[in-house]
């Protein structure tokens, strides 16, 4: 949604500001500026919300020792899975 929001904005404050989207006006830094700010503003606001929304189920940090190997352990042929 952030970059969506970001790309939307960029494009429309290149025509509100220059009255046609080219490359040269795309370019230009207000409009860069435009869509990269809006783009990290509405991704921090919609974060937390969904976040708060839709909880993730809590990670099950012993998987890391218990399904996930090192190259060491392949090499030595005795992974520890």
Excluded: H
């Excluded at 189920?57 to 042929?77: A, M, Q, S, Y």
Aim: hydrophobic share 45%.
């Amino acid at each position: 949604m952030g970059s969506a929001c970001g790309i939307a904005s960029w494009l429309a404050c290149t025509q509100i500001m220059s009255g046609s989207i080219t490359v040269d006006t795309a370019g230009l830094n207000p409009p860069l500026l435009t869509g990269s700010i809006l783009s990290v503003i509405v991704s921090a606001i919609l974060v937390p919300i969904i976040s708060l929304i839709a909880p993730c189920k809590p990670f099950d940090w012993e998987e890391l020792n218990t399904r996930i190997t090192t190259t060491e352990d392949v090499v030595r042929g005795s992974p520890k899975a």
